[in-house]
Structures are given as C-alpha cells and as structure tokens.
C-alpha cells in the first residue's frame, strides 16, 4: 500500500483543517487505518484510527475535535480538525495495516504501511 497524505498548511487557533490520505496499491477499506503526528522534538503520537474500517479511537487530547473517516469508494482516509491549538502542530503522518489487532492500535510500530507527512502549524 502507497499511502500520500495531504492538506496541511497554517491556520489560526480555533480554527479547522482537514486532511486527506490517499491510498493506491491495496484498497484500504477494511484495514486499520490511523494518523499520528510529530512534533518538533518529541515522539511520534497517536491521533486517531480506525479499526478494520469501522469504529473509531481517539487519543484523550484530540477526543472530540478531531474526526477520522475513510471514503472506500475513493479509497481515501480523512482527518477533520477542528477547534485546533497551538499544540497540535506537528506534521501529521497516515498509517494502515491489515493485521493489527485492536489492542495494538495506538502503536506506530504497529502499523506497516506510511504516508509521508503533511505539516500543520496551528498559530496563537
């Protein structure tokens, strides 16, 4: 699976930004699909995934202003962001993989197949 992911850019505080992943190679629709994120001198963090294309988790810090979803007709993967703060700059990374199980999900090394990052800069 080739996974791009886009849509970053800067945006103010309280303000929204969606990011896309689009997927080639395997469709991705029934597989776990994640985004994680990085900030400058910090660990790679969990965000958000979706379990084999169905239900959703979510990371305490971003539960109820982030939302993931996946279009399986466009084999694409979605990260509505709303509400940001300075604190979720990083660059946003998409993740999927067909053979995690629910327990390893919120782990990057879970996870085999990447995009390549898109920045989001979220200005005070």
């Known amino acids: 699976v080739q996974l791009q992911a886009s849509g970053g850019g800067l945006v103010q505080a309280g303000g929204s930004l969606s990011l896309s992943c689009a997927a080639s190679g395997r469709t991705v629709g029934r597989q776990t699909t994640a985004w994680f994120r990085q900030a400058p001198g910090k660990e790679r963090e969990f965000v958000a995934a979706r379990f084999r294309g169905s239900h959703t988790y979510y990371a305490d810090s971003v539960k109820?202003?982030?939302?993931?979803?996946?279009?399986?007709?466009?084999?694409?993967?979605?990260?509505?962001?709303?509400?940001?703060?300075?604190?979720?700059?990083?660059?946003?990374?998409?993740?999927?993989?067909?053979?995690?199980?629910?327990?390893?999900?919120?782990?990057?090394?879970?996870?085999?197949?990447?995009?390549?990052?898109?920045?989001?800069?979220?200005?005070?």
Do not use: H
């Not at 939302?67 to 509505?80: C, E, F, H, Q, R």
């Not at 197949?113 to 200005?123: K, R």
């Open 64 to 124: 109820g202003r982030f939302t993931i979803s996946g279009d399986n007709a466009k084999n694409m993967v979605y990260l509505l962001m709303s509400s940001l703060r300075p604190e979720d700059t990083a660059v946003y990374y998409c993740a999927a993989d067909s053979s995690i199980i629910l327990s390893s999900i919120w782990f990057s090394r879970s996870y085999g197949y990447w995009g390549q990052g898109t920045l989001v800069t979220v200005s005070s």
